[in-house]
């Protein structure tokens, strides 16, 4: 497949990218950051793997997508709030049957592509893989897991079968949701627990299920979610995600939320279309998410703060 990823600098469009690539598709990198694109068509692209392993993957990258050319499938990777602005630039590489996946962090993201390409075009999804990006061209690759991929309508169609297998061909163990959305929610209960909580405390992962109170926040944020989620007709059971999230972290040793990776960069978080896709669910459906909404502030705070500094 052509495919092109929008966030290819970053860590987890480094690791897809990469290992799409190595599978023989024609992959090319979309970024922004110019150091990061310069590294890649340089040196290649690292990826540090959990088994102290460093492949160096060849894929070309870019700062305009302008010069790409029309692509089967374009995988994006940004954050929330350059969505809009990275789904307009790679129009010149959406031709009639080009696909735009959304693997990003929280909900809202894919309402918002199909608002800009249409829905016929929009697939979503969510990954279980972790990734930190250790400078340009170099990832590290910490925690791998399950990726979901569906239409937005729930539907079987040839062409989320055709990127199912070229991510499984391309070793990126997926699979196909007909119920997208309880997945999704699945994936946001993940990172409305932990995400807010080390970007707060400056926790490695494994080390949020090492203490008593991070246990007892997260677990009290994951009930709002739980009920929110009901609220909508999502399916979303407390037990379950409770047993999921403790044993992915405890398994992600060395693992940094992405969320702390903004907080250590001073960079603008997405706690609004995280924690915040809560509180804004809870105050339509009439449920009361008052740790989520405290988690906004104080995240919101935070941020405020060190942006005014770095301004």
């Given amino acids: 497949m052509r495919i092109a990823i929008l966030g290819g600098g970053g860590a987890m469009g480094g690791i897809f990218g990469g290992y799409l690539a190595r599978a023989g598709n024609d ?3 979309i970024d922004v950051s110019k150091p990061a694109v310069q590294a890649i068509n340089d040196n290649g692209l690292t990826i540090e793997e959990k088994d102290g392993s460093r492949p160096v993957i060849r894929v070309p990258a870019t700062t305009e997508p302008s010069k790409v050319g029309p692509v089967d499938l374009i995988i994006n990777f940004v954050k929330c709030y350059h969505t809009d602005a990275a789904v307009r630039a ?3 590489m959406i031709a009639g049957e080009t696909a735009v996946l959304s693997l990003q962090n929280g909900w809202g993201n894919a309402p918002r592509i199909a608002g800009i390409v249409g829905e016929d075009k929009v697939l979503v999804g969510l990954t279980y893989h972790g990734g930190t990006l250790l400078g340009p061209g170099r990832v590290k690759h910490p925690g791998v897991g399950m990726t979901y ?10 062409r989320l079968d055709k990127v199912v297998e070229t991510f499984r061909a391309a070793q990126i163990e997926t699979t196909r949701s007909e119920r997208i959305l309880d997945e999704v929610w699945k994936k946001l209960a993940l990172n409305a627990c932990t995400l807010p909580v080390a970007g707060l405390l400056h926790f490695m992962s494994h080390e949020l299920v090492a203490f008593d109170g991070t246990k007892s926040l997260m677990a009290a944020i994951l009930k709002e979610v739980v009920a929110v989620a009901k609220a909508q007709g999502i399916s979303l059971d407390y037990d379950e995600r409770w047993a999921a999230i403790t044993a992915l972290l405890e398994k ?3 693992g940094k939320a992405s969320m702390l990776q903004d907080v250590d960069a001073r ?10 896709a809560i509180v804004d669910a809870g105050k339509r459906t009439g449920v009361a998410t008052p740790v989520n909404e405290t988690m906004v502030w104080m995240i919101q705070a935070k941020q405020a703060h060190y942006l005014q500094a770095k301004a």
């Fill in 90 to 92: 790679a129009a010149p």
């Fill in 27 to 29: 992959v090319t990198l």
């Fill in 252 to 254: 992600a040793v060395g």
């Fill in 149 to 158: 991929i569906g239409e937005l309508s729930g539907k079987a169609t040839p």
């Fill in 267 to 276: 960079r603008q978080t997405e706690i609004e279309v995280i924690n915040g």
